[in-house]
């Protein structure tokens, strides 16, 4: 397999741990989001993904070498391709809990904080980078105070196993960081995402550890 990424993005990260956690070897292709404008905006990149994002994986299908897009959906790949361990719980309630879990990170939380989102604010609303701030906090603490309520006794999101949850809790928590949001105030979180750095697929997914880390 062959993974389109780039060391800071959380859903690159999000597929490299899964990954990991499967034991998938893979090549890590590396497209760089800043330089030169950003490689994601090259028609080369655009023909491998149309939206021009990352991760895309290459994986081989039916009709030779086929692209995988969306973070959520290579997950869902993965985790039916190469059933063990499993990503989601076996039963039909516990993998609904899981993925509302994901979700609050995937679909409400990240997507606004997403360099795309901001840069529009400051770029064409006219924000400036203290207003850009101020919207990256907001809707990091907004995501973060539902799941510090919704996740279980740990110690990852849901019991003693690691889910797609924990997948997508891991990034958005060293986002947080990076960008300076305070996290005191979510300490389940903050254990969740110790107990899972701990683990070596985790460690070996981090931002420091990708070929492309600068």
């Known amino acids: ?8 993005s959380s859903a690159a ?6 990954l ?3 034991g998938i070897a893979y090549q890590s292709i590396p497209i760089h989001l800043l330089r030169d404008g950003g490689e994601h905006k090259k028609p080369s990149y655009r023909a491998i993904n149309p939206q021009g ?10 009709a030779g070498e086929t692209i995988l897009t969306q973070s959520l959906a290579i997950i869902d790949y993965l985790d039916e391709t190469v ?7 076996r039963d039909a309630l516990g993998r609904a809990k899981v993925r509302a879990l994901a979700q609050v990170i995937a679909c409400d939380t990240h997507p606004l904080n997403n360099p795309l989102v901001t840069g529009y604010l400051k ?8 207003a850009a701030d101020r919207w990256y906090a907001h809707f990091i603490r907004e995501g973060f105070s539902a799941m510090e309520r919704m996740v279980g006794a740990g110690p990852y999101c849901w019991g003693d196993t690691v889910t797609v949850a924990d997948l997508c809790l891991v990034p958005q928590m060293f986002n947080a960081r990076r960008f ?3 996290v005191e105030d979510f300490p389940r979180l903050v254990a969740i995402t110790d107990a899972c750095m701990a683990l070596k697929p985790f460690a ?3 931002p420091s550890a990708q070929p492309d880390a600068e």
């Open 83 to 89: 059933p063990e361990p499993p990503l989601l719980p």
């Open 204 to 206: 070996d997914a981090q």
């Open 13 to 18: 990260f999000r597929v490299r741990i899964a």
């Open 180 to 182: 300076k949001v305070p």
């Open 123 to 130: 770029s064409v609303v006219g924000a400036s980078q203290e």
């Open 20 to 22: 990991n956690i499967k």
């Open 1 to 8: 397999m062959k993974l389109y990424t780039y060391f800071r």
């Open 53 to 62: 994002r990352v991760p895309a994986l290459a994986v081989d299908g039916p």
